[in-house]
């Protein structure tokens, strides 16, 4: 069955930090990865996604992930963390042998000044 | 291009009452999504279209929930009658389909029930 799982409710980070949000999949086909932020009182915004080729994806608001196809893994990373940076992030996962589109539970950002 | 719109922002209503959620996708987008989000959660697939015909509404609560997709075009979420635990935002989305499309988000509809 395909599945997303994000293992942190919640991730702290001093401004100016690197950042790291965890992801892992299971899928039974090939994955299509996904990852979008959501503001408050707002919708979800796309923010990269990884197809097949390399595996550092670089997506919007210098954002970047990490596809691990030996560890199942898809994790949202940034080198410098902003205040602004700070919301609700979600991994998402399409499944090749499957039209679903699965969302994980979400991780808060915390990015302390 | 314009977003996804939705319509009402905010709603609330008594337990027992009906509701209906308005959603206008992307231009061209053949695909359409209702997600429903719990507080704290992440979003929970109601219903998928795909053009005018439902491609999954497996986890869609038929005996309240009802959706349509007249044309292909906007769509309509209704509950009837409402219940407490369908306090959440609804959320709306649409994609061009393919299989490494994005979802478009609109920025949902609050419902509470009370």
């Known amino acids: 069955a395909q599945s997303v799982a994000q293992p942190e409710d919640q991730v702290n980070v001093a401004e100016g930090n690197p950042l790291t949000v965890k992801c892992t999949y299971s899928?039974?086909?090939?994955?299509?990865l996904f990852w979008y932020v959501q503001y408050p009182n707002r919708g979800l915004q796309f923010l990269l996604k990884y197809i097949t080729g390399d595996n550092l994806v670089k997506g919007s608001y210098g954002f970047e992930a990490e596809f691990n196809k030996s560890q199942t893994s898809f994790h949202l990373k940034k080198p410098s963390a902003l205040v602004s940076d700070s919301a609700l992030y979600f991994c998402a996962v399409r499944d090749s042998a499957s039209y679903k589109y699965i969302f994980g539970t979400g991780t808060r950002l915390k990015v302390l000044a | 291009e314009a977003g996804v719109a939705q319509s009402p922002r905010y709603k609330i209503i008594e337990k027992r009452q009906s509701v209906a959620f308005w959603c206008n996708p992307i231009?061209?987008?053949?695909?359409l999504y209702w997600y429903q989000q719990i507080l704290g959660q992440g979003p929970k697939l109601l219903i998928q279209f795909q053009n005018n015909g439902v491609v999954d509404d497996s986890q869609l609560p038929k005996d309240r929930f009802s959706a349509e997709r007249l044309k292909g075009v906007d769509s309509t979420l209704k509950i009837q009658p409402a219940k407490l635990e369908d306090s959440a935002v609804y959320l709306c989305?649409?994609?061009?389909?393919?299989?490494?499309?994005?979802?478009?988000f609109g920025n949902g509809t609050r419902l509470t029930v009370t």
């Open positions: 899928v039974s086909g090939n994955p299509y």
């Open positions: 989305a649409s994609s061009s389909g393919g299989y490494n499309s994005p979802l478009h």
């Open positions: 231009s061209g987008h053949a695909t």
